[in-house]
T-cell receptor, first 115, second 110 residues
């Protein structure tokens, strides 16, 4: 099983809503990532979790709040988003955060539209 | 500044033809270079990973090359198929960061 599963696939939310994106992997990977991707642009790193601890936060606004409840799950809590936050949000995982040569597996993404 | 540049931006070829995508990078320190395929609206899928010492790596009809001296990589697609239509992204790892190229959008027409 080389799968990273993301839910929901599509989400439409208002600027005052609170919602969450969920990500799950059962490959025993110890590094998990959130990326944001706008149309026709490469993915931009948001957060990295290594061994369930936040190791990288790429100066992401506080309206995005990551959470890693256990080694298989990664959430992204959303609150008071802006229309410009509409994008494809990709979750990814890799086996060992300390290994340089690591295949990074991406999920299918969650399409977020903020209205 | 760490950068990964890809060319061409977009490419149209006929089914069955070969094509080569280019990637130039100015990343230091260099750890490895990856090629990903991304279908529209889907997550990227890894094609190859190459370290400093590897010159070429194949994955089916995809062959990637790496010249660490000139800091160039290429992805060659042989006997293209309609399902090869996608964006191809070159990604260079530097310590704990992945630096993404802007991608080449490939369209394969029958």
């Amino acid at each position: 099983d080389t799968e990273v599963t993301q839910t929901p696939k599509h989400l439409v939310m208002g600027m005052t809503n609170k919602k969450s994106l969920k990500c799950e992997q059962h490959m025993g990977h110890r590094a998990m990532y959130w990326y944001k991707q706008k149309a026709k642009k490469p993915p931009e790193l948001m957060f990295v979790y290594s061994y369930e601890k936040l190791s990288i936060n790429e100066s992401v606004p506080s309206r995005f709040s990551p959470e890693c409840p256990n080694s298989s799950l990664l959430n992204l809590h959303l609150h008071a988003l802006q229309p410009e936050d509409s994008a494809l949000y990709l979750c990814a995982s890799s086996q060992d955060p300390d290994r340089v040569v690591n295949t990074i597996y991406f999920g299918e993404g969650s399409w977020l539209t903020v209205v | 500044k760490n950068q990964v540049e890809q060319s061409p931006q977009s490419l149209i070829i006929l089914e069955g033809k070969n094509c080569t995508l280019q990637c130039n990078y100015t990343v230091s320190p260099f750890s490895n270079l990856r090629w990903y395929k991304q279908d529209t609206g889907r997550g990227p899928v890894s094609l190859t990973i190459m370290t400093f010492s590897e010159n070429t790596k194949s994955n089916g009809r995809y062959t990637a090359t790496l010249d660490a001296d000139t800091k160039q990589s290429s992805l060659h697609i042989t006997a293209s198929q309609l399902s090869d239509s996608a964006s191809y992204i070159c990604v260079v790892r530097s310590t704990d960061k992945l630096i993404f190229g802007t991608g080449t959008r490939l369209q394969v027409f029958p």
